[in-house]
């Protein structure tokens, strides 16, 4: 097998499907409804061009950023997902050990099938808490005390899911929600078997806050000296008001188009916020990366880091954590490569005139 590895992520995803009964490769691969924005997270990078300069010595390629004071070696970090034990029984363990190999920052989901505890004492790595809010705010503000004392650096707030999404596949498999190993002791977790369809759905009806709103972004900040990053804005209208309310950072990201079908790509979103923002704080984007290209296009436009989600738990299920170590370092040699294909030497380098995107070649033909 070590020598017949696979050699994009989209062998990966294929080695996945094989791997895992269709219930969990559907609840991991798929999407909100029709799944339009699904389809056009990744089709929306295939529209922007590259505009490589040539005959610059590109024998030395620095990949290093920084985000919030914290030095990485690529702009390349690990988006939080829910329950990884869904792919590999190691769960976020054996994902958060693969990232911190390669010295990548990883996000652990809210959703994670494995504890914060046990995560934080795996390996040591630079890692951040994605967290919901729920009506009963008080379980909220355990989790994050919880992440704050196990070292965790930033709070990840999803700001786009007042309720779940619509996803038709979950709700035809009867997919059961994994049990939260986190909310052990703060609520029921075993009580879902009662609902039709989606199990997951009566989950999030009886937990997630419809109410939620920018007066949460101050309760947050209130209970935690952490830096806090909104996930889930895909409008320059939201991006403003979250540098107000006081955001350290935000994620252009449309929940991995599992929330609103026909949201926008976030790479097509991305420039808007990025351009509301006006540097005030850094901009990430997730969804649809799948090439180290990818991660080099949300970078002109203004990234300062790109999540990826699926493909890691792809590498995952085909190979556990060796799979999701290789994901991580195909995408960076992915984007090393492309780098001095384009003549970047550095990330400062990858400027906005190294991609031409659908409005420019629009405003060209005016």
Known sequence: MENNLPVNIREYQEL????????????????????????DNIAAYGRILLRPRVLVDVSNIDMSTNLLGYDMPSPIIVAPTGSHKLANPEGEVATARAAASCNTLMVLSFSASCKIEEVASSCNAIRFYQLYVFKNRDISATLVRRAESHGFKAIVLTVDTPMLGRREADIRNKMVAPANANLEGLMPIDDLDTADGSKLEKYARDTLDPSLSWKDVEWLKSITSLPILLKGIVTAEDARKAVEAGAAGIIVSNHGARQLDYAPATISALEEVVKAVAGAVP????????????VLKALALGARAVMVGRPVLYGLAARGQAGAKHVIEMLNRELELAMALCGCRSVAEITRDRVQTEGDRFRSLL
């Open 283 to 294: 901009v990430l984007v997730d969804g649809g990366v799948r090439r180290g290209t990818d």
């Open 16 to 39: 996945a499907k094989k791997a895992l009964p269709k219930m969990h490769y559907d609840y991991i691969n798929g999407g909100a409804e029709d799944e339009h924005t699904l389809r």
